[in-house]
């Protein structure tokens, strides 16, 4: 038979955090501090934020107002455009024509 080595030796005490005597309670303190203020800085910019987009909402809701109408005019207005648009091409076609020689009396 052949000889078992010894199982190893694991220490388990330091496996899990915990608080030790060697951790200053300066630091403990400093940390809390920053989280807070952290946590703090967050929510003070999550709140001013909502803020600004209410007042952008509303500011858009009074710059735009929504009709019934605002379709049909809208639709009036490219009729007409598109009006324009063909008495435009038809002088252009007019003017690129070549000029009729005047007739012989």
């Known amino acids: 038979m052949t000889k078992r080595a010894p199982a190893p030796v694991i220490d388990k005490s330091d496996a899990s955090w915990h608080f030790d005597r060697k951790v200053p309670i ?54 007409k455009v598109d009006n324009l648009i063909d008495g435009l091409s038809e002088i252009k076609s007019i003017l690129r024509r070549e000029p009729v020689p005047p007739k012989a009396r």
Do not use: C, N, Y
Not at 57 to 78: C, D, F, N, Y
């Open 26 to 79: 300066a630091l403990i303190v400093t940390l809390v501090i920053m989280f807070s203020g952290q946590t703090f800085t967050a929510i003070w910019w999550g709140a001013k934020t909502d803020s600004r987009i209410e007042s952008l909402e509303k500011q858009s809701t009074v710059a735009v107002p929504i009709s019934s109408e605002q379709g049909t005019r809208l639709t009036r207005v490219e009729v």
